[in-house]
């Protein structure tokens, strides 16, 4: 997890505001070294723009926040050029009627006929997301694809990559890996991977906090919810949302959706607020945001960990409220995300035993996946588990069974498994041996399909 020291944030945070409005003058001439001519795109100057708007309105609300950033000045990424044309992907945030109808049906055909194209063992590789050092032999870090990468992206064509901040070293090595790895995964299977990162913004920021990068830290969204200003946490994801698709990012887990309550806990800086009335919409709004920058939004962790004592990273962490006492609370965030249209889901490693009967977490739990967060709230897209290397999830199960335990409960992607090859092939097996059928392994691929092709565009 990305910190940085609070007198550092400020003194960035003061630069960019001084150098915003230069900024914003030169992007029209100038573009930084790797990035495609023809000067600043249309939603370039509306990532500026946003986040500039971000900045008037926290200094109205007396707190410090960072200014326009310079993404502005040139677009990284194959995904520039349709950025620029101003398409927005998300079939959720689509116009209603007769043509979003047409698109959703076009879109599920194709997913189709991508499917009947993949052999099993590739469909179980797509419900996998795996960190960098996964994808190479030695598992060192993820810098570049070379043909080792691709060896072992041809053997198990994964679904996706969670690029850590070791993974970007500056703007043109991470704007090349993500073309390269699009690249690979467009030849093996015909579709986009999930490049994914945690660009939550303060705390948890992998580019805005790095010091390589141009882009500024828009800083922690407590302060945006403790504001009450929802169109500057609009703003803000739609800012964040542009310049990780330049850089040719199309993954962003966020939006928190925990509430912070009681105030002061593990997840003080990143959740909006300690009540639903404060946190919900303003989860509504980032979702809006993310989709309009066509960024793929991942609302997180249900069914909310904010009341928790304890971080799932270290240890295992346990809720004692019912399911009546969650709906009226922790629930409310995630339909608010379900309303605007977010795309996934990700599932934290929180204990409800009053709810489940037992320590099992979440992740784990087909009450609280199935039954609940499809059935009782209704979500229809991807549900992703968080990183199954935490602490809370290891302790539960080993990587093989943690990843089939969690699609047996309704998840569609395991996350980071330490040993994605041991997890990978716990789930062939569970399906060769009758424990999983492959119709649900389709159900699941189908909805990661759909998803990646209503993105892409």
Known sequence: MARAGKKG?????????????????????????????????????????????????????SETQGAAPSSADGAY??????????????????????GSSASAHAGATEAAKLLSSLTLEQKIAQMFIVSGESLCSDASTLTYVDDDVRSNLAATPVGGVCMLESSLVDPDQAA???????????ELVGVDMLLCVDEEGGTVSRIGANPAFPESDLGDMRV??????????????????????????NVDFAPVADIDDPPGGTMYERSFGSSA????????????????????SCAKHYPGIGSAAGDSHEQSIETGKTLDELSESDLRPFQAAIDAGVPMIMVGHISCPNITGDAIPATFSPTL????????????????????????AQQAFGDAEASVRAIE????????????QAAYLGVLQAVESGRISE???????????????????
Do not use: N
């Open 9 to 61: 944030r400020l003194l960035k945070r003061a630069i960019w505001a001084a150098a915003a409005c230069l900024l914003l003058a030169m992007c029209a001439c100038s573009a930084p070294a790797g990035a495609p001519s023809g000067g600043a795109s249309s939603s370039q100057a509306a990532s500026a723009t946003a986040e500039a708007v971000v900045q008037d309105r926290m200094e109205a609300s």
């Open 77 to 98: 990424g194959a995904d520039a050029d349709a950025s620029a044309a101003g398409t927005s992907a998300s079939s959720a945030l689509a116009p209603s009627g007769e």
């Open 176 to 186: 090349t890996l993500a073309k390269d790895l699009q690249a690979a995964s467009r």
């Open 224 to 249: 945006i919810g403790d504001a009450g200003d929802v169109q500057a946490a609009r703003d803000a994801a739609h800012a964040i949302g542009t310049y990780l698709r330049q850089y040719g990012f």
């Open 277 to 296: 009335d404060a946190v919900s919409p303003m989860v509504a709004a980032q979702v809006e945001g993310f989709g309009s920058a066509r960024t793929m």
């Open 369 to 392: 996946i199935t039954d609940v967060l499809r059935g009782q709230l209704g979500f229809q897209g991807v549900v992703v588990t968080d990183s199954l290397a935490m602490d809370a």
């Open 409 to 420: 409960a309704g998840a569609d992607i395991a996350l980071m498994p330490i040993d994605f």
């Open 439 to 457: 119709q649900r392994i389709d159900e699941s691929v189908t909805r990661i399909l759909e998803m990646k092709l209503a993105y892409a565009g």
